[in-house]
């Protein structure tokens, strides 16, 4: 099995596209636009936290509130009941209760309120208003995402939606992506595009083609153009230099046939296919591991043979996975009514979490957007025409609920109803102390596979199935009553909304084909769930407790700034939460021996460093010890019922090594620049002769005022003032320099601020100095082999690249890829760019070589 890679483009746009990526290598003169924000990231934790929820993971604030309010106002006797109760009788309890409580469910009614998800016509105008002021500015990506959120809201076939395709395929064409372009124009014209508009569009049709090398399909355009349709004076004028052009493209094409542009020199990016050999009881793992099972671990994999650095462990499919709406991107000019904001939920398919271009709205709501239509109609197929209606409740209730929901769709009522049975015969099980540990007791087992290794199907494999989710633990005892009381109702919540809305049969999969497209609001708003709604709700009850532990987090490296600079940066986002069962065998370790990468909803696993036979295979939930010391690592870990005792912990806790956090982001002496040391409230110079005290208040407040100084810097970098931006700097730097440890990781972001500068001005040298004092800084925190000081380095390359060091720049090309193909693979997007660097290099003219 090949890791997946996002699908290749058709080879017209994959000529567009990298001629794009080379004007981002380009070897010319640094363009005079601001450069994105080099810098932001520099240091910070690349490896998004993977067990947390994340922002917008559980229901919004307002909810939260009331449900603790109404728990504290419950008789005692029944809190105790709840508190004591199985998952059944939780639901069972909560039905009752919201019955009787209506205040509640209109308050939920009002919240949703906040977070419309319907299509609103208003709103489509006003963002194509929005697209065409960006449009006339040239601003063509961002008039881009306003006609898609334009046609999120408008009905699918009206004309008013096919004004809206072709207002983007406008766009489309200036960005080059011809294709798309044919295809918006293609969707207009289903969608019933005015004729008394169409020449317009059949003019862009035409130069598309021609782009494209489709020369006879423009040609037969051109011609219907001409012949049968009556254009304005500027549109024959345009249809007139088009023909010239299509005229004189074919004469070329009788001269010579060229050949594909040089895509041959690509030879190598491919990358080699890596060596995968399935595990054959564990699906989606790899043959050099072995599941095992004890009291104290759990569940766990092992290697059962020598493993080298790179080499991929796992590679799982999740099994269902929801978008995180996301934070908004900053805006340039003022928010208005509607947010022109582009947020994860604009920028990514709901479905398969490729990133989009021109997306295709759900056809019942402005919420849900897809890659193509492919993925729109298998997403309406497997879960949304359930969802679609609740979405403003979806995303009021958080991503766990609507996780849990999903869950439940995909798994199918039969599956869910016969392992909520199964689970009430092991129920008694499910609840000893001994369950408490992470993984099933061997009790809890005796249910389940044939091996007694929990999740494990009847032919003893494990694989990344319903089953296999439904016996990650649930932690049923050890949530907070409160915690347990919330998303009880929240479950609730959503299932009578099922209930009322018309959409159990949908739900049930119960439903006849014909009413699959259109569910159809029954009268029924009995207020009694139906004994099935209440299997649904018990197994998502189930979920949400589940996903406190055994959520991951699907997280991509996103380009920051508009991606046309010279150097790009990329920061972490979490994109998606979801179930992977097979990846939930791996035990956490602050100091882990792999790394895990995504491509759309695939995650893979890879051996970090060398993993010999016998050795346990580890990797980090989030607090990772370069980043948190280990006080702080087990407090998080404890909200997540865990005890940490992986060797980071043991050795910082027992022989108290300090944490290297807390060494290398300390203090110094402001008389004689020696480490400040202490515990309290009072530092003091750990040179003896020194004997300076400091209050770490104040040191803390010079701290606070020091980053906000470097805002101030870089907010004079944004609006074009780079000459008082590096002033600023030099000056915080001196102002650090007397008071923080050289190795502070503040120290080695003000030196990758400077870099950003100099790279903004074409100064290739200075920000290439500047850039490897902060890749000093990286590696002493985090490693010379961690994805932070893979990702410094491939900006270093960009800088030496940029400024012709062709030596140096190849060197440290071959230092980045062997980093991050470590963490990311051979055939990942940073290795692939690294390669056309590479190339590019290697294709330079002999003269300009020989200046270096
Ligand atoms: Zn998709
Ligand atoms: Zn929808
Ligand atoms: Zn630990
Ligand atoms: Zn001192």
């Known amino acids: 099995m090949v890791p997946r890679s996002p699908l290749p483009p058709n080879p017209p746009a994959a000529a567009a596209k990298s001629s794009r990526r080379h004007c981002r290598h380009r070897l010319l003169p640094a363009p005079p636009y601001v450069t994105p924000s080099v810098t932001r990231q520099h240091g910070a934790s690349i490896g998004c936290p993977a067990l947390y929820g994340g922002r917008g993971a559980l229901p919004v604030l307002e909810w939260q509130g009331r449900a603790a309010r109404l ?108 294709e798309a372009c044919l295809e918006d124009i293609a969707r207009a014209e289903r969608h019933g595009y005015p004729d008394r508009l169409l020449p317009k569009v059949l003019l862009r049709k035409a130069e598309c083609l021609l782009c494209l090398e489709r020369l006879q399909d423009a040609q037969d355009i051109l011609r219907v153009l001409e012949s049968k349709i009556a254009l304005d004076g500027v549109m024959t004028a345009h249809l007139t230099r088009l023909k010239k052009l299509s005229q004189l493209k074919v004469k070329l ?26 595990n054959s009881s564990i699906s989606g793992a790899s043959s050099s591991l072995s599941l095992s099972f004890d009291a104290e671990r759990g569940r766990h994999l092992v290697a059962s043979q020598d493993i080298v650095p790179g080499q991929s462990l796992v590679k799982e499919e999740a099994f269902v996975s929801v978008l995180c709406p996301g934070e908004s991107l900053p805006l340039q000019d003022g928010d208005t009514a509607w947010d022109t904001r582009a947020t994860n939920a604009d920028l990514y398919c709901h479905r398969c979490l490729r990133q989009l271009l021109a997306s295709v709205p759900c056809q019942g709501c402005s919420y849900a957007k897809y890659c193509s239509q492919g993925c729109a109609d298998m997403a309406w197929q497997q879960y949304h025409r359930t969802e679609c209606s609740l979405g403003a409740l979806l995303l009021t209730l958080g991503v766990f609920c609507h996780l849990a929901l999903r869950t439940v769709l995909l798994a199918g009522f039969a599956e869910v109803s016969r392992l909520v049975a199964w689970s009430h015969h092991g129920d008694k099980n499910l609840r000893s102390p001994e369950a408490r540990c992470k993984p099933l007791s061997e009790a809890a087992a005796a249910g389940a596979g044939s091996r007694g290794i929990p999740g494990c199907g009847s032919n003893g494999r494990y694989q990344s199935s319903y089953q296999a989710l439904f016996h990650l633990l649930p932690h049923t005892e050890q949530h907070s009553p409160e915690h347990k009381f919330l998303c009880t109702l929240s479950v609730v919540a959503i ?36 004994p099935e709604l209440k299997t649904v709700a018990e197994a998502m009850l189930r979920h949400v407790l589940q996903l406190q532990c055994n959520a991951q987090a699907i997280t991509v490296m996103q380009e920051l700034g508009p991606g046309d600079g010279a150097v790009v940066d990329k920061k972490p986002v979490r994109l998606a939460t979801a179930f992977f069962p097979v990846l939930s065998l791996l035990n956490h370790s602050c100091r882990p021996n792999t790394s895990v990468s995504f491509s759309g909803t695939a995650a893979t696993v890879r051996a970090s460093q060398p993993i010999s036979s016998g050795q346990e295979v580890l990797h980090c939930y989030g607090p990772h010890w370069c980043r948190m010391r280990v006080a702080d690592r087990q407090q998080l870990l404890s909200q997540y019922f865990f005890e940490c005792h992986c060797r980071a912990c043991l050795e910082e806790l027992e022989s108290g090594v300090k944490s290297v956090v807390s060494i290398r982001n300390s203090f110094c002496c402001p008389k004689c620049q020696a480490q400040m040391q202490g515990e309290d409230d009072t530092l003091c110079c750990s040179n003896e002769a020194c004997a300076t005290s400091a209050s770490r208040d104040h040191l803390s407040g010079r701290l606070q005022d020091l980053q906000q100084q470097i805002k101030k810097a870089l907010d004079l970098l944004r609006v074009g003032k780079a000459d008082q931006a590096i002033k600023m700097l030099l000056k915080c730097q001196m102002d650090a320099g007397t008071f ?22 074409g100064k290739w040298q200075e920000a290439a100095r500047h850039l490897k004092k902060s890749i000093e800084i990286v590696e002493m925190h985090h490693g010379p082999s961690s994805v932070e000081t893979g990702h410094e380095l491939f900006k270093l390359a960009q800088i030496l690249f940029n400024g012709f060091a062709v030596s140096e720049a190849l060197s440290t090309i071959q230092r980045a890829e062997g980093i991050l193909s470590v963490h990311f693979g051979p055939q990942s997007a940073q290795i692939q760019e690294l390669q056309e660097m590479k190339a590019c290099l290697s294709q330079l003219p002999r003269n300009i070589l020989q200046r270096t």
């Open 71 to 178: 728990w504290a106002a419950l008789d005692p006797a029944l809190r105790e009941r709840l508190a004591a109760a199985s998952l059944h009788d939780a639901v069972r309890l909560g039905c009752e209760l919201l019955r009787t409580e209506e205040e509640e469910e209109a308050a939920l009614v009002q919240l949703c309120l906040q977070t419309p998800t319907d299509k609103n016509p208003e709103a489509s105008s006003w963002y194509r208003e929005q697209g065409n002021r960006e449009f006339k500015r040239g601003r063509y990506q961002a008039a881009l995402r306003l006609y898609s959120k334009a046609a999120s809201h408008q009905l699918p076939g009206s004309p008013e939606v096919s004004v809206c395709f072709a207002n983007r395929s406008a766009a489309l064409l200036h960005l080059g992506h011809f």
């Open 253 to 278: 094409g009788e001269k010579e046939r060229c050949p594909e542009p040089a895509l041959e020199a690509h030879g190598g990016i491919q990358g080699e296919p890596e060596i995968w050999e399935e």
């Open 495 to 530: 299932c009578k909304q099922l209930q009322a809305a018309g959409l159990e049969a949908a739900a049930l999969n119960q439903e006849s084909p014909q009413q699959r497209s259109k569910p159809k609001a029954c009268g029924k708003t009995s207020d009694e769930l139906s």
């Open 740 to 761: 923080l440890s050289p190795e502070h990781l503040l120290m080695g972001e003000m030196e990758d601020h400077l870099a950003q500068v100099y790279a903004t001005l």
